[in-house]
Every structure is written in structure tokens, then in C-alpha cells.
């Protein structure tokens, strides 16, 4: 595979899941730009250095692009990634209109969760990547990976059961 | 282990990211505890309906003008290669005629065809007519002979040898090099020595090829011969230079970090002009077709001036030409954002000044037909292409039912930088 099908093939299988998770950080108007900047940088990449692990790599350039754009609007009040405010996503008000409850519900679940939660939650279950692909995402450890989802997770259980099954271990 | 609910492991073991010792170990728990088992099973179960929730949210496409820019990356990518290849064919041929000229062999490449013709057959009678006087067999390729050897020459017996040569093998080539006689003269650069086979030639006319071939051959010639080369490069530079000074004065809209270096696009040939305001966005906006951001050395968009119609407009048939000038000038935005796009593409043909003709025929409905171009002065196929897929989408006025009018229309492109 030449380099032309190798990137028209990433642009095919990561457009839409790049956009949609940039969606998820930064208003529409700048998500398509920044997808569009992390397929260029894509371009200039030598194809041997990031052959086979293009998704966690496109997916780090995003998610920098979006928090370059947080800084600069100051959106970031300092340097850590978890005080970041909560930020209601696009995509969440999208899903707002349909009709599953359920879905809604955990919809809005995640809308509640801090952003560097709701970010792992959306790596982990949305776009399938294992602990060590979030860990190069995002740049965190991956044991911190891990004590992130499970605390997502742990949160996402307390809200979801039934209040009258949420006495076992619910620390977050 | 009743603190399993608070240990990411059990999470990670859950999710099936925990291998080795540890999730064999919470393997056995599941066996051995029911209350273990229904957490991760719930565990599981969330995570599965987190999947499937998040999983169908909208998968949104990239806006119709990013998709095509970033389909046209490789093609740009491609340019370059060829533009290498161009330069690196245009250096071998230039150390070709080096070569040709070191080695005084002009002639092989002035009268390639008659070599030959002179060669075999000499080679041939040699060996197969060791009869035939050595002296009356001048060695190839020798350019002056000697006046023993001419003279030798000018005695041999030539009809015989000739009649020699036919019935051997070699016969067949002195088929090929006809024999020299009054009616069948051999052209005046080749020796007038019947079988000498040499190729004479005149040392003036060897030098003359060798200036010839050198300067109108490969990319010397495409850059317009001798110094044309060096000469246009460095107004290409000079130009991107020009435009990147342009570039550190503009201001973008919606930077990331004002302080970055320019990004791909524009900067990168000389260091000024690097580092506009906003660079890293507006080389975003700037491959658009909108040009958000003008920043990073992408340049002015007003920078060429078009001009369209002229002296050298032509109607044939019958039509409103002032409303097919309308029509034309109407669409000026978008030729001038063919000139955009590939000044976009490549900083080094900023500066393109010329002219595109293009001619075309108005149907049935105002249609264009057979939309082609002309003649161009732009040297540039991208825009000229992008020009006449232009002409060939607009809708004219029609012409009078039953009759087509054939219109030739140059476009002038003048960059104002």
C-alpha cells in the first residue's frame, strides 16, 4: 500500500469518529478545522513511524488541536486537564431529540461526568481504544487511565441503578 | 475482598484490560463469590450500553470543501515528485551533453540514422572478405583520414567490393548503405569514401549540434535555455519571499497560538514572513476555498488581477454577446478562485501572469459544449483546467432554437504582487 491509499484509507475510516470526537471538546465550525489540520499534519507524518497506530495518533493531534483552541480562549483557567468546567457536548444536545430514554439518561449521565472522565468514557466505550491507546491519547499514565474509567464507571453505576441498590461501593 | 468496589483492577479486570496473575486471580473470586460476580457483570453491562449509547451518536461528515481539499493532499504531494523528476531528467540531460561534448561524439547525436548505415556493413565486409584490402577499410568513427587512406580509398576496386558484400551475409547491410554512385550520392556531412564508413563531419558542425542540443533540450530548455534555469528559480524565490513579507503583516481571526511557526504552507522558504498572527488556524482557513485567514504566507487574495474579454473575443452565430459577457463576468469569483487554489497548492507558482483562450459552443438551453482551452500562456494546467470545467458548468443565454454559436473568450491573468 502506497502512501495515497494508506491516507485515503485513515481519512475513510477516522473522518467521522475524529469529528465526532472533536465535536465533543470545541464548537462545530472549529471541529471540522481541526479535523481537517490533524489530516495534513497526518500527511507530512512519515508513514513508517505511525503505520498501525494511526487511530491513537489522530486522536492525540485532535484532542491537542481542541485544547490549543481552550487555552487560547481561555477556556483553561490553568495547565491541568482536570479543571477543565464541564462543557455540554454538541453531540449530547443532538441526542437530546431522540426518543430512548435509556440512552438519553446515560447520555446525560456522561454530560455530568467532569470533562477528563467524560473524555476516557468516550476513548474507552465509543471508540474502542484499549488503556495503553488512551494512555498515548491522552498522555496520562495508563494505570491514571485506569482509576479514571473506574471512577467514570463507579459514578456512572451510582446514577444509573436503582436508588434502592446503591449501598455497595459507590466512592465517587 | 470486599473492597473490590473500589479498585480500579477489578474495573480494568471487568473491562477485559487486566492480564497475568492478577486477572486469574479475579477469575477464581468470580468462581468463588456471588457478589463479585453480579459487579462485574454489571460492570460489563454498563460498559456494553455505554458502548452502544455512544456508538450511535451522529457520525457527522467533514464539510464538502475540507473533504475535497484533503483528497487533493496527495496529488500535491504527487506535483512535487514530478516536479523532482522533471528536475532530476533535466540534470541528466544536461550531463549527458557534457559527456557527449567531453567525448567529441557529437555527430551520434546530430545524424544518429547514418552511423550505422556507414558501421555494419564496414564490419561485416571485414570479417567476411579478409580479400578486401585492409587499407581500403578505413577504421569507424575515425573523422579525418588520412591522405594515404583516401588515396588507398579512392583506388579500391568499389564495384567489386560492393558486389562482394551483396552475396555474403553482409550484403544485406550494403542494402542498407546504398553504394555511393553520381545518382545515389551520400549526404554531404558522410564521407564521399564508397566503403570508408566513417562519418565525416565537419568539427564546426559537431560544435554547432553541441550548442544546439545542450541549451534546447530537457528542463534548460523548458526554463528557456542557458541561464534561464537559475534566472527563473530565483524570481520564484524571490517571489515567495515577496509574499511572506506580505504575510507577516496580516492578522487572522481565530489563531491557536499566536506565537507558533508557520505550519506547512508558506514560511518554510525563507525565514521571514514565518509567523503571522494566528498561523496555525489560518492555515487551516487558508487551504479552504474561503480563505478565512490570510496570515502564514498564504497570501492576498486579491493579488492577481483577471480580465476577461478583449480584442481576441470571438462569436460565431447569433447571440446576445453583451449577456454572455455577463454570464462570464459573473463567474470572475470563481476563476479567480482557480488561480487561488493553486497558488494555495504551491507557493512557488505564486506569480503566474498570463492568458487562457477558451472556446466553447452554446446549445440548446444556454449549455456549454465542448468546453476546451484554447491556447494558454499560464503554463499552468491545474488553473487552465479548473478555467474551462468553469466555463463548461455556466448556463448562457440561448441562442435562436436550431442553431449553436460557437464563442472563443480569453481570461487575462495578471498577479498584482
Known amino acids: 500500500m502506497n ?35 490533524t489530516f495534513l499534519r497526518l500527511w507530512r507524518e512519515s508513514l513508517n513511524r505511525i503505520e498501525g497506530r494511526e487511530g491513537p495518533w489522530l486522536f492525540r493531534v485532535t484532542r491537542n488541536l481542541c485544547l490549543d483552541w481552550l487555552k487560547g480562549e481561555g477556556k483553561r483557567k490553568s495547565s491541568r486537564v482536570d479543571d477543565l468546567p464541564l462543557v455540554a457536548s454538541e453531540a449530547l444536545v443532538l441526542n437530546k431529540m431522540l426518543q430512548a430514554e435509556e440512552e438519553e439518561r446515560i447520555l446525560q449521565m456522561i454530560g455530568h461526568l467532569d470533562e477528563i472522565h467524560q473524555e476516557v468514557i468516550r476513548l474507552k466505550f465509543q471508540e474502542d481504544f484499549s488503556y495503553k491507546e488512551i494512555s498515548e491519547i491522552t498522555g496520562h499514565s495508563v494505570s491514571y487511565v485506569g482509576v479514571l474509567i473506574h471512577e467514570a464507571i463507579v459514578s456512572l453505576r451510582k446514577s444509573l441503578l436503582p436508588k434502592g441498590k446503591k449501598a455497595q461501593g459507590d466512592s465517587v | 475482598m470486599k473492597n473490590y468496589f473500589e479498585d480500579p483492577k477489578v474495573t480494568a479486570f471487568a473491562l477485559g484490560e487486566l492480564r497475568g496473575p492478577e486477572a486469574e486471580e479475579l477469575k477464581r473470586l468470580m468462581e468463588d463469590d456471588d457478589e463479585f460476580k453480579n459487579y462485574v457483570t454489571q460492570i460489563r453491562t454498563l460498559g456494553k450500553s455505554l458502548s452502544e449509547t455512544l456508538k450511535k451518536e451522529e457520525l457527522v461528515p467533514l464539510k464538502l470543501s475540507f473533504r475535497e481539499k484533503l483528497h487533493e493532499v496527495p496529488n500535491r504531494k504527487k506535483f512535487f515528485n514530478s516536479t523532482w523528476i522533471l ?57 579525418k583520414m588520412e591522405d594515404k587512406t583516401r588515396e588507398a580509398v579512392s583506388k579500391s576496386p568499389k564495384k567489386e567490393v560492393a558486389e562482394k558484400a551483396k552475396n555474403s551475409k553482409a550484403g544485406q547491410a550494403s542494402e542498407v548503405r546504398p553504394i555511393p554512385d553520381s545518382k545515389n550520392k551520400p549526404k554531404k556531412f558522410t564521407s564521399s569514401v564508397a566503403k570508408g564508413g566513417a562519418v565525416k563531419q565537419g568539427e564546426t558542425m559537431g560544435a ?22 537559475r534566472k527563473n528559480l530565483d524570481k520564484a524565490y524571490n517571489g515567495s519571499g515577496e509574499l511572506l513579507g506580505m504575510a507577516e503583516k496580516a492578522n487572522g481571526s481565530a489563531g491557536f497560538n499566536e506565537n507558533r511557526a508557520g505550519d506547512d504552507i508558506g514560511g518554510k522558504f525563507k525565514n521571514t514572513g514565518a509567523g503571522g498572527k494566528g498561523t496555525a488556524t489560518q492555515g487551516i482557513a487558508g487551504i479552504g476555498t474561503k480563505g478565512r485567514g490570510i496570515g502564514d504566507g498564504l497570501g492576498d487574495k486579491n493579488s492577481v488581477a483577471i480580465e476577461p474579454g478583449g480584442a481576441e473575443e470571438e462569436f460565431t452565430g447569433t447571440i446576445d454577446r453583451e449577456a454572455v459577457r455577463r454570464v462570464i463576468r459573473a463567474g470572475l469569483r470563481e476563476i479567480r478562485s482557480c488561480y487561488e487554489k493553486e497558488a494555495i497548492k504551491n507557493i512557488r507558482l505564486r506569480r503566474i501572469d498570463g492568458k487562457v483562450v477558451v472556446t466553447w459552443t452554446i446549445g440548446e438551453h444556454g449549455r456549454s459544449l465542448k468546453t476546451k482551452v484554447d491556447s494558454s500562456t499560464l503554463k499552468n494546467k491545474s488553473i487552465e483546467n479548473c478555467v474551462r470545467d468553469r466555463f463548461s458548468l455556466w448556463i448562457f443565454p440561448e441562442p435562436p432554437s436550431g442553431i449553436t454559436v460557437d464563442v472563443k473568450y480569453p481570461i487575462y491573468f495578471r498577479s498584482e504582487n
Open chain 1, 3 to 37: 502512501k495515497n491509499q494508506w491516507f485515503a484509507e485513515i481519512l475513510r475510516t477516522y473522518e467521522k469518529r475524529l469529528l465526532r470526537f472533536a465535536l465533543s471538546k470545541v464548537p462545530k465550525d472549529l471541529a471540522h478545522e481541526i479535523v481537517q489540520e
Open chain 2, 87 to 143: 528536475f532530476s531528467s533535466g540534470i541528466a540531460v544536461a550531463g549527458l551533453a557534457f559527456v557527449i561534448t567531453t567525448q567529441n561524439l557529437p555527430h551520434i547525436l546530430e545524424h544518429p540514422k547514418t552511423t550505422p548505415e556507414f558501421e555494419i556493413p564496414v564490419d561485416k565486409i571485414v570479417k567476411e572478405n579478409p580479400e578486401v584490402p585492409l587499407e581500403s577499410t578505413p577504421p569507424p568513427k575515425v573523422v
Open chain 2, 208 to 229: 554547432n549540434a553541441q550548442s544546439k542540443d545542450v541549451t534546447k533540450t530537457g528542463l534548460l530548455a523548458a526554463f528557456g535555455g542557458g541561464g534561464g534555469m
